[in-house]
């Protein structure tokens, strides 16, 4: 990874869009790399300069006994207030993933820490099941589908006092999800006051149409981006109308936006400072899964936002 020089310091406005925006998850398509490449990965990362726009390090709950054989080396140098944050995929049982990350914070806790964990419903049951039995100190993240039943399930969740997450993208064209239906979930949640983060294909700032993963004969198409996703749920919180979001959403190209230190600009005449921006992330939408770390930076350094 490149180092950042001193000309290419962002701004304000665009460290409070990046701050802990990228959750690693190396260990998920298209990438799959091993745990002991995934972590060493992770650990370059915590320590590159651009460390500061790193989240969590994303493991399945049955992989955590292993994520621990391959991390120790690295667990040990850390100090305890730079440790090592996970969040936790539940399995199909999630009595059991709980369990299994109670035990391993008990013995961890002070150098490498699960507090958030990701699970996946499709029912309202089946969130107020789970928010029964979720300790305090977990951040849940419920993936829930984008269907007629969406109202109800990210109602339940501002009930339960739970978190939302969306996936938008994956290895095949179907996998990504319309335009419409993405900025639908946004302002479902916006209004419910319920955070959220996203997951899957969002490897690249702005929306392109790319190859789907690395192998050379990948199946292509269109990528949501990460930039267009967070300025657009930004919009939305100021109240923009749907068109205008959608319009953000499947801009392509790169010029359209600015940073400077007072906020972030989109065809010159829309806008969110730098503070809209910092309550955007703090309150709203929280973070993405990206299986490259690496990609979205040099992305960002070619359009001079890094």
Not at 36 to 53: D, I, L, Q, R, T
Not at 69 to 83: H, M, Q, T, V, Y
Not at 141 to 159: K, R
Not at 196 to 219: I, N, Q, S, W
Request: aromatic share 10%; glycine share 4%; charged share 20%.
């Amino acid at each position: 990874m490149s180092a950042q020089t001193k000309d290419s310091v962002p701004s304000a406005s665009a460290k409070a869009l990046l701050t802990e925006i990228i959750d690693y998850a190396g260990l998920f398509p298209p990438s799959l790399a091993t745990m002991a490449e995934a972590v060493g990965n992770y650990a370059a990362y915590k320590k590159s300069v651009y460390s500061w726009m790193l989240g969590r390090f994303i493991v399945p709950a049955a992989r955590l006994d292993e994520f621990l054989e391959s991390a120790n080396e690295f667990l040990k140098a850390e100090n305890a207030d730079n440790g090592w944050r996970l969040s936790v995929l539940a399995s199909e049982d999630v009595y059991e993933s709980i369990r299994l990350i109670e035990n391993f914070n008990r013995q961890n806790a002070d150098r490498v820490l699960c507090d958030a964990f990701e699970i996946r419903a499709n029912t309202v049951s089946e969130i107020e099941n789970a928010a029964r039995i979720l300790p305090d100190y977990l951040t849940a993240y419920f993936e829930v589908p984008i269907n007629h039943n969406l109202a109800d399930l990210v109602s339940t969740l501002a009930i339960t006092n739970q978190r939302a997450k969306i996936r938008t993208g994956g290895v095949t064209p179907d996998a990504f999800p319309k335009t419409r239906e993405i900025i639908r979930f946004m302002r479902t949640c916006l209004a419910a006051n319920v955070p959220f983060k996203a997951t899957a294909g969002l490897h690249h700032p702005v929306r392109c149409f790319k190859p789907l993963t690395y192998e050379p004969d990948a199946p292509e198409g269109t990528m949501h981006g990460f930039m267009n996703l967070f300025i657009a749920a930004g919009f939305i919180r100021q109240g923009y109308k749907t068109n205008l979001v959608e319009s953000l959403m499947e801009d392509e190209f790169s010029e359209s936006f600015s940073f400077s230190d007072g906020g972030v600009t989109w065809h010159i005449n829309y806008a969110l400072t730098t503070r809209q921006l910092q309550i955007l992330r703090e309150r709203n939408i929280i973070s993405f899964g990206s299986c490259s770390f690496e990609e979205p930076i040099a992305d960002l350094q070619e359009m001079r936002i890094l």
